[in-house]
């Protein structure tokens, strides 16, 4: 198995704890992470898991500067050190050890077939650029990895199961084109101090922002920003390598 290196990779850290804090259904997110007066490439995040824990967590791309100079433990530190004392984010209501590793994007992972075997979820590089998002494309890509070989077991139809990467990038190639781009783009911190400083605070751009970054659209049936959002995929299909 190979990584295409063209293609984003990202490194994360999170931790559970046990917080009287509580941001409701709502992931909060932070795209500045300052360790004293230094700004760190990266970003964090905080959101609420059952049994009244919060995940909490910092990770940054391989298209930012610094990459190979910052690790997710420091990333993770210098977060966790930035939120509210009484958020209670500290050893005393953490529920379990710092965990950290790779976040493989974009399907950057190939062959994702080989005879006897497809790959699914983050061995497929199934995560998206643009969020981190893995869960739900694991989920996915393991549900269309099942169809088809039931496809070739069960009707025998052997052959089928190789179009499984076919079938990834039929589904999955335009929106992650536009993540590689979006992943570049954040890299380069002189567009990120411009998108921190004039469109966070402008709700509509953030609004259509979510849509974009979660991947969450109806398609060119929906609204007007649904339909702005097919025509980026479709530029992104036609630009995608």
């Known amino acids: 198995m190979r990584r295409d290196t063209s293609r984003p990779l990202g490194i994360a850290a999170r931790r559970y704890y046990r917080s009287s804090y509580h941001p409701g259904p709502w992931f909060e997110s932070w795209l500045d992470l300052w360790e004293g007066d230094l700004l760190l490439p990266g970003y964090g995040w905080l959101f609420p898991v059952p049994e009244g824990r919060v995940?909490?967590?910092?990770?940054?791309?391989?298209?930012?500067?610094g990459f190979r100079d910052v690790s997710a433990q420091r990333l993770f530190d210098a977060f966790a050190a930035m939120l509210p004392p009484h958020w209670e984010i500290d050893e005393d209501h953490a529920d379990g050890p710092v965990r950290s590793g790779p976040l493989p994007m974009g399907l950057n992972r190939t062959p994702l077939a080989w005879p006897g075997l497809l790959l699914v979820g983050d061995a497929a590089g199934a995560v998206n650029p643009c969020n981190g998002e893995g869960i739900a494309y694991a989920i996915e890509t393991g549900e269309l990895a099942a169809e088809l070989v039931h496809e070739a077991l069960v009707k025998d139809r052997p052959g089928v199961a190789m179009l499984y990467p076919q079938v990834?990038?039929?589904?999955y190639a335009p929106y992650f084109a536009i993540g590689r781009g979006f992943a570049r783009l954040i890299g380069r911190p002189e567009v990120m101090g411009t998108a921190t400083r004039y469109l966070l605070p402008n709700e509509r751009v953030m609004r259509f922002a979510l849509r974009v970054?979660?991947?969450?659209s109806d398609g060119p049936d929906g609204d007007r920003q649904d339909r702005l959002f097919h025509v980026l995929q479709r530029v992104g299909a036609a630009l995608r390598p």
């Open 168 to 171: 990834l990038r039929e589904r």
């Open 213 to 216: 970054l979660g991947n969450l």
């Open 55 to 65: 995940n909490v967590g910092a990770g940054l791309l391989n298209t930012f500067r």
